[in-house]
């Protein structure tokens, strides 16, 4: 398929860039344009876009929706029953909306749109041929963030599952390069998941019940930004293991 990935400077993404993707010429999909941007601008010369869409709803995936939108006058969309929140991220008004199945037609084939919340409620992936955007769900190096509030663990595992066994060719990605090895990309997000279980219930049966003290038992870091996203984290670890009867959170306090 014909599909262009456009790194575009994002100060605050996890890779100092967000991926956008063009999918198609004649009648091409817009995924993820971050930013009002002149690399954007560059890769959109010679195409038409006749839709836009999102993987998410975060600022570093969402911020130039409007201006392509006014600019191209696309078709654009959100997932069912989130436009409001799409609304709120954007600033634009979605014309349709989709869910798992639907189907945006390009020129360089159909794409069809899979739910795969987890980073994010609303988060989905976009199937285009043998391969997938899938926004912030994989990475090439390193880690995703699943944190609260809007990070739920267990359906982020799930939605890691599904990809697996999809097993596209290729997975386009929100942030980093283009995943040439899917199958074992998703086993490795899957392990360090797991792993982290592991060394927070360690925290909490070594005597750490809040998640500040959880928090400093098992990561090393001090930056204040990375300590909100690494405090986030394990609250949906602690939200996971409860259900999961691993261990006793009230919200505050865990017991083993
Ligand atoms: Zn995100």
């Known amino acids: 398929m014909d599909i262009v990935r456009i790194p575009v400077p994002?100060?605050?993404?996890?890779?100092?860039?967000?991926n956008a993707y063009v999918i198609g010429a004649e009648e091409a999909l817009l995924v993820d344009p971050p930013s009002d941007s002149s690399a954007l601008d560059v890769a959109l010369e010679r195409r038409t876009i006749s839709h836009i869409a999102v993987t998410h709803h975060h600022p570093d995936h969402t911020g130039g929706v409007r201006a392509y939108a006014e600019r191209t006058g696309a078709t654009v969309w959100a997932r069912y029953g989130r436009s409001s929140s799409f609304e709120a991220a954007t600033d634009c008004t979605p014309d349709r909306t989709f869910r798992s199945g639907t189907t945006i037609p390009t020129s360089a084939g159909a794409v069809r749109v899979i739910e795969t919340p987890g980073h994010a409620p609303e988060h989905c992936g976009f199937i285009a041929g043998s391969t997938m955007l899938v926004g912030d769900l994989a990475i090439q190096h390193g880690s995703v963030a699943v944190a609260t509030p809007d990070g739920d663990l267990r359906a982020y595992l799930c939605s890691l599952r599904r990809l697996g066994l999809l097993a596209p060719e290729?997975?386009?990605p929100g942030h980093g390069p283009t995943i040439d090895a899917p199958v074992e990309t998703c086993h490795r997000l899957y392990?360090?998941?797991?792993?982290?279980?592991q060394q927070i219930l360690s925290?909490?049966?070594?005597?750490?019940?809040?998640?500040?003290?959880?928090?400093?038992?098992?990561?090393?870091?001090?930056?204040?930004?990375?300590?909100a996203l690494a405090e986030g984290t394990v609250r949906s670890h602690l939200q996971k293991l409860a259900v999961e009867g691993q261990l006793s959170w009230d919200g505050a306090v865990a017991t083993a």
Request: aromatic share 4%; proline share 2%.
């Open 10 to 18: 994002v100060a605050s993404a996890p890779t100092g860039s967000t």
């Open 170 to 172: 290729l997975l386009y």
């Open 191 to 197: 392990t360090h998941r797991r792993d982290r279980d």
């Open 203 to 227: 925290a909490v049966a070594a005597g750490a019940t809040t998640v500040e003290a959880i928090t400093d038992a098992v990561y090393d870091t001090e930056a204040l930004e990375l300590r």
